[in-house]
């Protein structure tokens, strides 16, 4: 699940300590490690790129009829293994449920949905949700945050009444278990892991991030090693 990086509607909570460019920047070094990482895995498993740029178009502006994705995206995920599927829906809720619908439409038996704001984030946590949806069938498997929401959630079935309304809480998680729980479908859970949505995120990221000698190579630590955000961090935090 993507966003179109343009500046202001993506990586918006990070503004301030960064400016809307930077947060632009950033989530674009994010999606150029993730497509990858993404490539070089090797689960048994299609690669679809859900992408929308619902956020910078205005109310009551007409969907646009093309369902290309922009070139800087189809640039950034230029491996012949990526797929491109729009998003559709007015919300997160409703785009998250219609992508789902889409996909079982289309033939696939289980769907595994990850975010694109935990770029280090582990292959092994896919394998891991596809292997709970093979062996327990019927399930939700979800993948907590540290912030009350999830990176991941995967399921063999429809989505549809499962997910909160509003996506943007600290109670999605629960409110996601309480869905599947009222539709029947027990959950498994993953390990927590960081998503970087905040300013305290970006910090506790970088400490972590920062200092591996394995990631020196990746667009997000050359963006962010030096960066005078890091500076601002540790005025906001300190």
């Not at 990586?11 to 947060?23: F, G, S």
């Amino acid at each position: 699940m993507v966003k179109v990086p343009y500046p202001g509607t993506c990586k918006t909570r990070l503004c301030p300590p960064l400016e809307p460019r930077e947060a632009a920047r950033l989530y674009t070094c994010f999606l150029q490690d993730l497509a990858r990482e993404l490539a070089q895995w090797r689960g048994d498993a299609d690669l679809i790129v859900a992408w929308t740029d619902q956020d910078r178009r205005q109310p009551g502006d007409p969907e646009s009829p093309s369902e290309e994705p922009p070139p800087a995206l189809r640039e950034l995920f230029s491996d012949p293994a990526f797929k491109f599927l729009r998003q559709r829906g007015a919300s997160l809720t409703e785009r998250m449920e219609a992508v789902f619908v889409e996909l079982f439409a289309q033939g696939y038996r289980t769907v595994v949905m990850r975010n694109s704001d935990s770029p280090h984030l582990p292959m092994s946590a896919l394998d891991q949700a596809f292997a709970a949806l093979e062996e327990r069938p019927g399930r939700v498997v979800l993948g907590p945050d540290l912030d009350g929401g999830y990176y991941l959630v995967g399921s063999d079935g429809p989505m549809a009444g499962v997910f909160p309304t509003v996506m943007s809480t600290d109670s999605v998680l629960e409110q996601t278990m309480a869905g599947a729980e009222r539709a029947g479908r027990a959950v498994s859970l993953l390990p927590q892991f960081l998503d970087v949505d905040t300013p305290d995120d970006l910090a506790l990221f970088w400490l972590e991030f920062g200092a591996r000698a394995d990631v020196r190579h990746w667009a997000t630590w050359k963006e962010l090693d030096g960066h005078p955000v890091l500076d601002r961090l540790a005025d906001l935090t300190g």
